[in-house]
């Protein structure tokens, strides 16, 4: 059984241009949540979705920030006219109710040149 | 009221010390306290979860006290090793928080 599966590993993207980050959750969890980790700092909660739906997105900016949790494949965290302020580590994790055990992918590493 | 409060911030022990790592919540509606370790590079990785009906639940040489009263919750690391050696996240959610609220971490470094 495949953990969380997040790609890329890496993403370098030049100001001004977008990121599009990509997490597949666990088989059989139907419930996914972003975070973003700064260096030496915890895990700040994004957004919080469900197949097709966004059901908190309490923790995302109100610009620049999307993300989606389509029917079929994975869940995508979109970043528009990135800015150096957005070089983080973006972690998403899955689980199969809410309020139960979630595992974490790998990570997506942005760095905003 | 959404906060978890963690400490300390960073904790140095000998090898086969015991680690503990504190946390505290506000919420009275939380009713799910998972410890995440963070090796660097890489993900959380979920360790050992507590829910507010026990007051204490053991996983091998990792021990979670949770206290319901005083809205308290720690880790203990029996027997340290250099491999544990990371950072220690717990984590809160329940009631109407589908998502999890994070402390600030915890950098443990076991000396040989």
């Known amino acids: 059984n495949a953990g969380v599966m997040q790609n890329p590993r890496h993403l370098v993207r030049r100001r001004g241009q977008e990121a599009r980050l990509r997490c597949s959750p666990m088989?059989?969890?139907?419930?996914v949540y972003w975070y973003r980790q700064l260096p030496e700092e915890g895990l700040k909660f994004m957004v919080y979705?469900?197949?097709?739906?966004?059901?908190?997105e309490s923790g995302m900016p109100k610009e620049r920030f999307s993300a989606e949790f389509p029917k079929e494949g994975p869940s995508i965290l979109r970043i528009q006219q990135v800015v150096r302020g957005d070089s983080a580590a973006y972690f998403c994790?899955?689980?199969?109710?809410?309020?139960?055990?979630?595992?974490f992918g790998q990570g997506t590493r942005l760095t905003v040149v | 009221q959404q906060q978890v409060k963690q400490s300390p911030q960073s904790l140095i022990v000998q090898k086969g010390g015991i680690p503990i790592i504190n946390c505290a919540y506000e919420?009275?509606?939380?009713?799910?306290f998972p410890w995440y370790q963070q090796f660097p590079g890489k993900g959380p990785a979920l360790l050992i979860a507590?829910?507010?009906?026990?007051s204490e639940k053991k996983e091998g040489r990792f021990t979670i006290s949770f206290n319901k009263s005083a809205k308290q919750f720690s880790l203990h690391i029996m027997d340290s090793q250099p491999g544990d050696s990371a950072t220690y996240f717990c984590?809160?959610?329940?009631?109407?928080?589908?998502?999890?609220?994070f402390g600030k971490g915890t950098k443990l470094s076991v000396k040989p």
């Open positions: 919420n009275t509606a939380f009713d799910y």
């Open positions: 088989k059989g969890h139907s419930h």
């Open positions: 979705l469900q197949k097709e739906n966004i059901i908190d």
């Open positions: 507590i829910r507010p009906d026990v």
């Open positions: 994790a899955s689980s199969q109710f809410m309020n139960t055990e979630a595992f």
């Open positions: 984590a809160a959610g329940g009631g109407s928080q589908g998502n999890l609220i």
